[in-house]
């Protein structure tokens, strides 16, 4: 199984990034994907979740300006970020929930919001 992340970057506080991951390798469904991230010093954190169903979960930190999104025939799922702050700045990492298999993570993408 391979999770792969992309979209990463810098951009100034108030700007948009959007991260984009891509799951392959299975033939097992995908019960949830999600990203999470992990700052300097800090534990890996909830960001956004999707079910194959379409539910959502958020971190009260993001919400209202960030939106999870997800393609179930492509196995992919995407983060748009808006209205970025500094304390964004993290790692983000892709995590596919299949059945029977279990979990699987991405390698990780950096984005950085400057003040």
């Known amino acids: 199984v391979q999770v792969v992340e992309s979209g990463g970057g810098f951009v100034q506080a108030g700007g948009s990034l959007r991260l984009s991951c891509a799951a392959s390798?299975?033939?097992?469904?995908?019960?949830?994907m999600g990203w999470y991230r992990q700052a300097p010093g800090k534990q890996r954190e909830l960001v956004a979740a999707?079910?194959?169903?379409?539910?959502?979960d958020y971190a009260d930190s993001v919400k209202g300006r960030f939106t999870i999104s997800r393609d179930n025939a492509k196995n992919t799922v995407a983060l748009q970020m808006n209205s970025l702050k500094p304390e964004d700045t993290a790692v983000y990492y892709c995590?596919?929930?299949?059945?029977?298999?279990?979990?699987?993570w991405g390698q990780g993408t950096q984005v950085t919001v400057s003040s």
């Open positions: 995590n596919a929930n299949y059945e029977i298999i279990g979990s699987y």
């Open positions: 390798g299975s033939i097992f469904s995908i019960n949830a």
């Open positions: 999707i079910t194959i169903g379409g539910t959502t």
